[in-house]
């Protein structure tokens, strides 16, 4: 499976995990789509600030207009709560950093793109710039992109698909089905929750509050000072507090928020969840009962492909990090 963006009027498939994934399972999910938009000109003191190095990665500067231009394909238009942004540039510049890593990797297993190939493909973006009245340097004033961006989106769209018809296989697919089969052949899970309310989700110590009542609650019961049953009844927020807290069977992917699925699915019985974040809260969740699912990879392909590229993206990107020199002068936001 590829994902698509458009890069003017040229559409470029990324077969790669988004840093909008990552938003999208926290609590300020929004959508991811890099779309051709009208940008007024940059003032000089803005290409100044964009043009700032915040990472270099084998000695090829990530620059702040990069950066924010991640940021920005991530959540498009709705605006970050203060509090979320921090971790949000700080994903974003995970994502540009892996991405180099990958490129490296694709470069020295002979997959990336030769230079021939490149200038063939920008010479078709040129033309179908032209064909609009619209020179590829008003394109790339519109856009914030730098010609070295532009460049290395067109190596990447040449040289990653290379890299998943090699390793994007069925045996693949169906190892990688194995490893995490519970996410994918259609097992329910029974969950109760117990949702501890946020009362200024914007403010760091409003959540950090709510983190501490969820931690103390779990530690309490997990001590048998309560069941989890009677901790839901008398300190949960949710309209499930009077039968205990009980949701009943959900899946992997419906009907909950991602960042609620996906750790009720790594419970066992009995087992109850650190804190989970949702725009609701903070849960925790327990699982009470597994119905296992009987669906096969072949059943599965569409879902399974995304978290396959996902796995190799980041695979990929590990097997080149131990050999990279990886800078970053705002240690802040340095990966985690």
Not at 231 to 251: M, V
């Amino acid at each position: 499976m590829r994902f698509r963006f458009s890069v003017g009027p040229v559409s470029y498939r990324l077969g790669l995990p988004s840093l909008a994934a990552w938003v999208r399972r926290s609590s300020w999910g929004a959508a991811i789509l890099f779309a051709w938009t009208a940008h007024a000109s940059l003032a000089a003191d803005a290409l100044e600030l964009q043009s700032a190095v915040v990472a270099t990665v084998d000695g090829q500067p990530i620059t702040a207009g990069e950066l924010q231009r991640e940021v920005d394909r991530a959540v498009k238009v709705r605006e970050l709560p203060p509090a979320a942004q921090p971790a949000v540039r700080t994903a974003a510049l995970n994502q540009l950093i892996d991405r180099r890593l990958v490129a490296a990797y694709l470069k020295q297993n002979g997959l990336s793109a030769r230079p021939q190939e490149v200038e063939r493909e920008m010479q078709r973006i040129r033309t179908r710039l032209q064909q609009q009245a619209v020179t590829l340097d008003q394109y790339l004033q519109r856009t914030g992109l730098t010609s070295e961006e532009l460049r290395r989106s067109v190596e990447w769209e040449i040289g990653w698909p290379r890299f998943l018809e090699q390793y994007l296989t069925d045996e693949n697919c169906a190892r990688f089905f194995q490893q995490h089969r519970r996410e994918f052949d259609g097992t329910q899970i029974a969950v109760a929750h117990i949702l501890v309310r946020v009362d200024s989700p914007d403010d760091p110590r409003s959540r950090e509050s709510a983190v501490a009542v969820a931690d103390q609650l779990r530690r309490r019961i997990e001590a048998g000072e309560l069941t989890f049953a009677e901790a839901a009844r008398q300190h949960s927020a949710a309209p499930t507090a009077a039968d205990g807290g009980r949701i009943g069977f959900i899946g992997r992917r419906e009907p909950m928020p991602e960042s609620f699925s996906q750790a009720a699915f790594a419970l066992e019985p009995g087992q109850i969840s650190p804190g989970v974040f949702t725009s609701f809260g903070v849960h925790l969740i327990q699982c009470l009962e597994v119905k296992p699912g009987s669906k096969r990879w072949q059943d599965v392909r569409d879902q399974l492909e995304p978290a396959v590229t996902q796995h190799l993206f980041h695979w990929a990107a590990e097997r080149q990090r131990p050999q990279a020199k990886i800078e970053i002068p705002n240690a802040s936001q340095a990966p985690q």
